[in-house]
Nanobody
């Protein structure tokens, strides 16, 4: 079993930046891919980004490509989401999740995620 704790959310103006962190414990960190998802009020949870076990492959939703960067430090059991050029539509609760496997399915990078963190709120003001 893996436990995930997100941090780094907050209130930022449009055009600003935030870096989210996801600290993991339990299951061996390098044995699974990690993803970030978000959910805005009244909307379904959506995939944001994912990274394979080694950090060698990353995947992004079209809505964040070029603005967000996912990375991981296996020595620190932590995954990061650097968010730049934030927009009001990025406002949501952000969750990290552990994949069942070391690599995500490239055709469907949102698949096979199981353990979830409690989330961290990101609010972007216009």
């Amino acid at each position: 079993q893996v436990q995930l704790v997100e941090s780094g959310g907050g209130l930022v103006q449009a055009g600003g930046s935030l870096r989210l962190s996801c600290a993991a414990s339990g299951r061996t960190f390098s044995n699974y891919a990690v993803g970030w998802f978000r959910q805005a009020p009244g909307k379904e949870r959506e995939f944001v980004a994912a990274i394979n076990w080694s950090g060698g492959s990353t995947y992004y939703a079209d809505s964040v490509k070029g603005r967000f960067t996912i990375s991981r430090d296996n020595a620190k059991n932590t995954v990061y989401l650097q968010m730049n050029s934030l927009k009001p539509e990025d406002t949501a609760a952000y969750y990290c999740a552990a994949n069942k496997y070391r690599t995500v399915v490239s055709q469907n990078p949102a698949a096979n995620f199981g353990s979830w963190g409690q989330g961290t709120q990101v609010t972007v003001s216009s």
